[in-house]
C-alpha cells in the first residue's frame, strides 16, 4: 500500500476479506479510487473524506448495510464519475440505491435473476447514464434533473413476472438522447411502459440489437413512432433498420 499523497489507486483481484487502512478513506489527494474484485471490505469508517475524488469504479463489492450512500458517497463532494458492477448471484453484493449530489456519470452493470425487485436513484446532476439490469418490480425514486443521454439494457427474468419500469421511464423522461438495447424492448409486452413512454422528450433514439418478431416490431414503431418530439431515430432489426 502506498502512502497518503497518491492521486490513483486500484484495489483489485483480492479475494475474501481485505481490511484496506482508514486512511485510505481520508485522503486528501485521492482523485481515482478502483476497487473490485468480489472484496469484502468491511465497515466503513464514519468519517468518511475524500474530498478530491472524481472517480470511483466498484466491482463486486461487499458493504455494510447502506455504507456506499451513507457513507462513502457523502464523503466524495467532487465526485463525477461512478461505476457500480455485479455479475453473481450473491444478494448481499447489491446495492439497491445510488445517491450522490455531484456525479455527473454513473455506469450500473447488473448480473443477477435472484437479486431484490427494486432499484432507486437520486442523482440530481447526472448527464449521462448507462444502465443494465434485469427490468424490475419497482423503481420508488428516480431523480435525474440534468440528464441528458441515457443507454438502457434491461433484460426480463422469469422470476419477475410482471416487471413495473414505470418509475425508470418517468425518471428519465427529460433525456435527449436515448439508446435502447435489444433487451429492453425485445420481452416488453406493452402493459407497463405504453402510457409513460409518451412522456419523453428523447430527440435521438437509438434502438440497438433489437431481436424480436415481426409483430413486436410493429409495436415498437407505433409506440415510439408517435412521440413527435423525436427529430431522429434508428431501429437495428437483425439484417433490417427503419428509421
Known amino acids: 500500500m502506498p502512502g497518503r499523497n497518491w492521486a490513483w489507486l486500484d484495489v483489485d483481484d483480492v479475494h475474501g476479506k481485505c481490511l484496506l487502512p482508514c486512511h485510505l478513506f481520508r485522503s486528501k489527494t485521492l482523485v481515482k479510487l478502483s476497487l473490485g474484485t468480489n472484496t469484502n471490505i468491511g465497515k466503513l469508517p464514519p468519517d468518511v473524506s475524500l474530498p478530491a475524488l472524481k472517480s470511483l469504479s466498484i466491482d463486486s463489492i461487499v458493504f455494510a448495510y447502506k455504507d456506499l450512500c451513507d457513507v462513502l458517497l457523502p464523503g466524495c463532494p467532487m465526485l463525477e464519475e461512478l461505476t457500480v458492477r455485479h455479475e453473481n448471484d450473491l444478494n448481499e453484493l447489491y446495492t439497491y440505491s445510488i445517491s450522490s449530489q455531484s456525479i455527473k456519470k454513473l455506469k450500473v452493470y447488473y448480473d443477477s435473476k435472484y437479486r431484490n425487485d427494486y432499484m432507486s436513484f437520486d442523482a440530481p446532476s447526472l448527464v449521462s447514464l448507462d444502465y443494465t439490469d434485469y427490468a424490475l418490480y419497482k423503481y420508488p425514486l428516480v431523480n435525474f ?34 439508446h435502447l438495447c435489444g433487451g429492453s424492448v425485445d420481452g416488453n409486452d406493452g402493459d407497463t411502459c405504453d402510457v409513460t ?44 433498420m427503419w428509421w
Open 197 to 240: 413512454i409518451g412522456l419523453l422528450q428523447v430527440k435521438v433514439l437509438d434502438v440497438l440489437g433489437y431481436k424480436g418478431t415481426a409483430k413486436e416490431f410493429e409495436h415498437l414503431k407505433s409506440l415510439f413512432g408517435g412521440i413527435e418530439c423525436i427529430e431522429k431515430m434508428r431501429v437495428e432489426f437483425e439484417e433490417y
Open 145 to 178: 434533473e440534468s440528464l441528458l443521454e441515457a443507454k438502457l439494457n434491461l433484460y426480463y427474468s422469469e422470476k419477475i413476472k410482471r416487471p413495473d419500469i414505470t418509475g425508470l421511464i418517468i425518471g428519465i423522461s427529460n433525456v435527449q438522447t436515448l
